[in-house]
Nanobody, 115 residues
Framework: QVQLVESGGGLVQTGGSLRLSCAASGRFFTINGMGWYRQAPGKQRELVASISVSGVTNYEHYVKGRFTISRDNAKKTVDLQMNSLKPEDTAVYYC?????????WGQGTQITVSS
C-alpha cells in the first residue's frame, strides 16, 4: 500500500510561482511512473505532467514551458515547479504513483491563481 501526501498549495497572483511536493511512503520497493493531475470545479480531472522512473518527462500542452516536474527516487518524492501561473491553472492538484501496476493518489492540494 502506498500513501502519497502533497504539500505546497496556496493562493498566488497571476504570473507568480508555486512549488508542489508529493512524498510517498509505505511498504514497496520501486515506484514506477509518477506525476500530477488537476481538477478544476465542474471539470474532469486532467493530466498535467508525468515522469518515468528514469526521469523521462511529459507535459500537457497547457503547462508546457511553464511547469517543470522532477523526482527524487531515493527520497520517493515528486515535485512540480509551476511558473507564470494563470487563473486557468486554478484547480485541486493530485499527485499519483504507480507501484506494482496499481495507481495510488494523494489527497489533493488547492491552487488558486488570482487575476
Amino acid at each position: 500500500q502506498v500513501q502519497l501526501v502533497e504539500s505546497g498549495g496556496g493562493l498566488v497572483q497571476t504570473g507568480g510561482s508555486l512549488r508542489l511536493s508529493c512524498a510517498a511512503s509505505g511498504r514497496f520497493f520501486t515506484i514506477n511512473g509518477m506525476g500530477w493531475y488537476r481538477q478544476a470545479p465542474g471539470k474532469q480531472r486532467e493530466l498535467v505532467a508525468s515522469i518515468s522512473v528514469s526521469g523521462v518527462t511529459n507535459y500537457e500542452h497547457y503547462v508546457k514551458g511553464r511547469f517543470t516536474i522532477s523526482r527524487d527516487n531515493a527520497k520517493k518524492t515528486v515535485d512540480l515547479q509551476m511558473n507564470s501561473l494563470k487563473p486557468e491553472d486554478t484547480a485541486v492538484y493530485y499527485c499519483y504513483a504507480f507501484v506494482n501496476g496499481r495507481q495510488s493518489w494523494g489527497q489533493g492540494t488547492q491552487i488558486t491563481v488570482s487575476s
